[in-house]
């Protein structure tokens, strides 16, 4: 069989370009940077093919044969067998979010089902069926801003990922917006309100709060932030860790307009990076304004309960100038996951989760400053992630990988102020015995 079906049309295709090999093709590209052949070994029969990729893909390491207490936000988390089950069934799996208005009533009502668990989950009147990860909803929600309110900056603290804010900077780039960064407390890790204060006017928009932060640490002065955002008319964007909202209160408590956060912790697994999933919600004036589609509930012809496409400003529906967003592709399946990891959770499931979470970070924090030079970096309360301060964050973590765990995240790339510092991570698949582990081995290490 020819899997190649151009073959047979080479010499033809090359008469047509009057051409008289396929190297004149290439004629523009530098001789130096050309390589002649591949190289390439012969080739392999399928079952020495499936041989050698199993050779290759056993030298990863699963967090269940390494355990992980990587910190920064994505991290490992039990996943019910139930929620795959669900979400493979084939009306559901597929990575295409469809937006015709035609779309199935059960995939309608899935995401109808989704946003009234994030409106529950944010204490918001409306969310939208998804965006694509975290860091686009923080981008979208500035853009959101600016259209309410025609301002042109936003401030951000730098308490939030290095990356977060790399993006958010490129989706205001074009709408003219600019980005104001207001340091963080050195001694508590949380937005320092006296120099927040000092950038405030009526030229804001909006300033962005994460809680918990990048450092894990949870802003409590939230309603002495909330009083100096409305004395400017500005807007109070809140980003959240989805699973911190079991045993905190949710943002619509202190008065966020909008809210954002990553919700891959819902039910996705890590996928090397992939598959997240961008939450957003707001209050109900700002309908008008929200990126992305709104699933809404009615009533058809014959008086029967309807699920239908309710808002979607695309560029397709609207003037290019008033259009919010194209969302679509790959989220559908993401908020659908989140939606059965909820539900079988339900409310009580997730402050139980929640709890064990906290309480597995206060048991790592506890156990490991015990140990002679390992210092908490922040005085603050910490959900499940914490910064510590080490002698030598390099040779804690080749250490600890040499015993096969993976350690926390270095912060000086980000923040030269934190050398030595790590960002460690737990969840409710980190055990007393690895705790136990991990002292132990770093008590050896200086």
């Known amino acids: 069989m020819n899997f190649i079906p151009n073959v047979s049309s080479k010499q033809e295709l090359l008469e047509e370009l009057h051409l008289q090999s396929i190297d004149e093709l290439f004629v523009d590209v530098p001789h130096q940077i050309r390589i002649k052949n591949l190289n390439l070994p012969?080739?392999?029969?399928?079952?020495?093919?499936?041989?050698?990729?199993?050779?290759?893909?056993?030298?990863?390491?699963?967090?269940?044969?390494?355990?992980?207490?990587?910190?920064?936000?994505?991290?490992?988390?039990y996943i019910p067998a139930a929620v795959k089950t669900i979400v493979s069934r084939s009306e559901f799996y597929t990575a295409y979010t469809p937006y015709q208005p035609e779309a199935s009533q059960g995939f309608l009502q899935a995401m109808f089902e989704y946003q009234s668990m994030i409106c529950e989950l944010t204490g918001m009147d409306v969310a939208n069926a998804s965006?694509?990860?975290?860091?686009?909803?923080?981008?979208?929600?500035?853009?959101?801003?600016?259209?309410?309110?025609?301002?042109?900056?936003?401030?951000?603290?730098?308490?939030?990922?290095?990356?977060?804010?790399c993006v958010l900077?490129?989706?205001?780039?074009?709408?003219?917006?600019?980005?104001?960064?207001?340091?963080?407390d050195q001694k508590t890790g949380k937005i320092n309100l006296n120099i927040l204060a000092q950038h405030l006017d009526q030229t804001v928009c909006g300033v962005y709060l994460e809680n918990p932060n990048f450092?894990?640490?949870?802003?409590?002065?939230?309603?002495?932030?909330?009083?100096?955002?409305?004395?400017?008319?500005?807007?109070?964007?809140?980003?959240?860790?989805?699973?911190?909202?079991?045993?905190?209160?949710?943002?619509?408590?202190?008065?966020?307009?909008?809210?954002?956060?990553?919700?891959?912790?819902?039910?996705?697994?890590?996928d090397f990076g992939g598959s997240s999933l961008g939450i957003f919600a707001c209050k109900k004036e700002y309908v008008r304004q929200l990126p992305g589609r709104i699933i809404g509930l009615t009533t058809d012809a014959q008086g029967k309960r309807a699920f239908c496409?309710?808002?979607?400003?695309?560029?397709?529906?609207?003037?290019?100038?008033?259009?919010?967003?194209?969302?679509?592709?790959?989220?559908?399946?993401?908020?659908?996951?989140?939606?059965?990891y909820l539900g079988l959770l339900g409310g009580t499931g997730l402050e139980?989760?929640?709890?064990?979470?906290?309480?597995?970070?206060?048991?790592?924090?506890?156990?490991?400053?015990?140990?002679?030079g390992f210092h908490q970096e922040f005085q603050a309360a910490y959900f499940n992630e914490i910064?510590?301060?080490?002698?030598?964050?390099?040779?804690?973590?080749?250490?600890?990988?040499?015993?096969?765990?993976?350690?926390?995240?270095?912060?000086?790339?980000?923040?030269?102020?934190?050398?030595?510092?790590?960002?460690?991570?737990?969840?409710?698949?980190?055990?007393?015995?690895?705790?136990?582990?991990?002292?132990?081995?770093?008590?050896?290490?200086?």
Not at 56 to 72: D, R, T, V
Not at 417 to 427: A, D, M, R, W, Y
């Open 215 to 270: 450092f894990g640490v949870f802003e409590d002065d939230v309603e002495h932030l909330y009083s100096l955002i409305k004395e400017n008319n500005a807007l109070f964007v809140v980003g959240v860790d989805p699973i911190s909202l079991g045993i905190v209160k949710n943002p619509g408590e202190y008065h966020a307009d909008i809210v954002i956060g990553e919700g891959r912790n819902l039910g996705n697994s890590l």
């Open 387 to 446: 910064v510590l301060r080490t002698p030598d964050a390099r040779k804690v973590n080749y250490t600890l990988f040499k015993h096969g765990i993976h350690g926390g995240l270095p912060l000086e790339t980000m923040y030269p102020e934190l050398k030595n510092c790590l960002l460690f991570g737990v969840t409710e698949l980190t055990t007393s015995e690895d705790i136990d582990h991990v002292s132990k081995i770093l008590s050896e290490v200086f």
């Open 42 to 77: 012969p080739g392999l029969n399928q079952q020495e093919t499936e041989e050698k990729l199993k050779k290759i893909a056993n030298k990863n390491k699963p967090c269940s044969m390494m355990p992980s207490f990587l910190g920064g936000g994505i991290k490992h988390h």
């Open 309 to 340: 496409m309710t808002l979607q400003t695309r560029e397709q529906h609207i003037r290019r100038s008033k259009a919010t967003s194209n969302i679509c592709t790959n989220e559908g399946l993401c908020a659908l996951t989140a939606t059965v």
């Open 352 to 372: 139980k989760l929640s709890r064990i979470n906290h309480k597995k970070a206060v048991d790592f924090c506890t156990t490991v400053t015990k140990i002679p």
């Open 131 to 165: 965006l694509y990860d975290g860091a686009t909803a923080l981008g979208e929600a500035a853009l959101m801003c600016s259209r309410i309110n025609n301002k042109k900056t936003f401030l951000v603290p730098t308490n939030v990922s290095w990356d977060k804010r």
């Open 169 to 184: 900077r490129n989706y205001t780039k074009g709408a003219g917006i600019t980005i104001k960064e207001i340091p963080y």
